[in-house]
């Protein structure tokens, strides 16, 4: 069954315009999606295969910061490049953790837990939201006081849109360095890529908690060589001054073989542009944007490693990376530890906490279009994913909520079991999954809100 088109797009700028497009939709009997950057990998913002209205946020996108209280308010429709940029203008010692991609929607990716290149030091955005203004399915105007704890709980990790439509969130802002370092060095099998990406496993949840080492792992044509390679693209944020970051990673990743010249020092929100991939020099006005990057055609999985991966089983993602275009695929290796490891596990819904090494996020995307080339990649991903299996965490084999997935499981279209929904809804959430269905229960026992991977209530 193909996905159909909306009924209808609502762009508010009031919220008294969402608490009609919530009242029209229930009266009229059509489904709600609420859309705040567009970024959910399986459509589940726009797109679904019943009827339904799009509330699109991005007109409610206002943002004030206080600079005295280190808080600020940022209404959902914003991005995080423009909620970077707002902090920005107002202090350069002001930060917040979030993700790097600056056209993703605040309201998704908050409600959804919200890694990013800080998250070592200072954990997740959704451990940073203190309040919230949620409107319920009987179109209440909510705070956390009015809400209550659980719902509070619930919209912190548990993804936002199971729940009411999360119009702000006001979050703590973290103090940074004037100064930080980035670097991004890249080695090839001909480097001894396998042994460095077999290295890091040990040292980079370990090491100095403002270090965060990203790894990126792709196969391409070596302009020596003519011929295909792996490499493994080290890419890394420090809190501080380059003469600080070297002793620490020539004492704990020597092997590496960073030197000064691969290091860059610049402001915070330089470092924002520099991992989105912007080349140096650019304008900080493109954070304003809201044009995301384009990619026509695009599948994304996500696992977590709790011990190393062994050499044999790295040699294993290599001939699969060999198999698609060149840069084309990719796996992400985010490592967890520091900051991630001081909340436990159900302190909010996000429950990807001590005893992770890293995140695994598998990444294919492609451009011609048609069923054959599509089936081709999803297929690719998914004999990868099974091939990862005995790498990964396992019972359950855990996910990131905001890498969407839709292969780990799917709830019915009206009434979905606890069950069915346990299938997906324990790898993500872990434990925490039943008290989301708790709240859920409470707050719309009806199941108005509702999707594919939405929380069901106890029926």
């Not at 969130?169 to 973290?174: G, Q």
Request: aromatic content about 12%; overall charge positive; some cysteine.
């Amino acid at each position: 069954m193909s996905p159909m088109k909306p009924l209808v797009i609502v762009t508010p700028f009031h919220e008294s315009q969402i608490q009609d497009a919530i009242y029209c939709s229930k009266k009229s009997g059509i489904q709600i999606r609420v859309r705040s950057g567009g970024h959910d990998y399986e459509g589940l913002s726009y797109v679904s295969e019943v009827p339904f209205a799009i509330v699109d946020m991005r007109n409610l996108r206002s943002i004030s910061i206080d600079t005295k209280d280190k808080t600020a308010w940022v209404e959902t429709g914003a991005t995080l490049g423009q909620l970077y940029y707002t902090i920005a203008s107002k202090s350069r010692t002001l930060a917040f953790t979030a993700g790097v991609c600056p056209t993703v929607g605040v309201g998704g990716h908050m409600s959804g837990g919200g890694y990013g290149m800080l998250s070592r030091r200072h954990g997740i955005a959704a451990d940073h939201i203190i309040d919230a203004k949620v409107i319920d399915v009987n179109g209440r105007i909510l705070d956390r006081k009015s809400m209550g704890e659980d719902l509070f709980w619930a919209i912190r990790g548990g993804g936002g849109t199971s729940f009411g439509i999360v119009v702000a969130f006001k979050i703590e802002l973290i103090v940074i360095p004037q100064t930080v370092t980035v670097f991004n060095v890249t080695r090839t099998l001909e480097q001894n890529a396998t042994q460095l990406v077999h290295r890091w496993q040990y040292v980079a949840d370990k090491i100095d908690e403002n270090l965060l080492l990203r790894l990126f792992l792709r196969s391409f044509t070596s302009s020596r060589s003519g011929k295909r390679t792996i490499g493994a693209f080290f890419t890394s944020l420090y809190l501080g001054r380059v003469d600080d970051l070297l002793p620490i990673v020539q004492e704990k990743f020597p092997e590496l073989g960073l030197v000064k010249e691969d290091c860059t020092e610049m402001p915070w929100i330089e470092s924002v542009l520099f991992f989105a991939g912007f080349p140096r020099n650019t304008s900080l006005d493109v954070l304003t944007s809201r044009v995301p990057l384009v990619r026509p055609y695009f599948k994304g999985k996500s696992d977590y490693a709790t011990e190393p991966i062994p050499e044999h089983g790295l040699k294993g993602i290599w001939k699969f990376l060999d198999e698609e275009t060149e840069n084309r695929a990719e796996l992400q290796f985010s490592p967890y530890g520091g900051r991630l490891n001081d909340y436990s596990e159900s302190e909010i819904p996000f429950p990807h906490r001590a005893g992770n090494i890293f995140m695994i996020h598998y990444v294919v995307s492609w451009d011609k279009p048609g069923k054959k080339e599509s089936e081709r990649h999803v297929n690719w991903i998914r004999k990868l994913y099974s091939y990862m299996a005995p790498y990964v965490s396992k019972s359950p084999r855990t996910a990131y909520f905001n890498y969407r997935d839709l292969d780990i499981g799917m709830n019915n279209e009206r009434n979905t079991s606890f069950k069915q929904a346990s299938v997906w809804g324990f790898k993500y959430f872990k434990i925490n999954f039943r008290r989301l269905v708790r709240v859920k229960t409470e707050v719309d026992p009806s199941n108005f809100f509702r999707n594919e991977q939405s929380i069901p209530p106890l029926s």
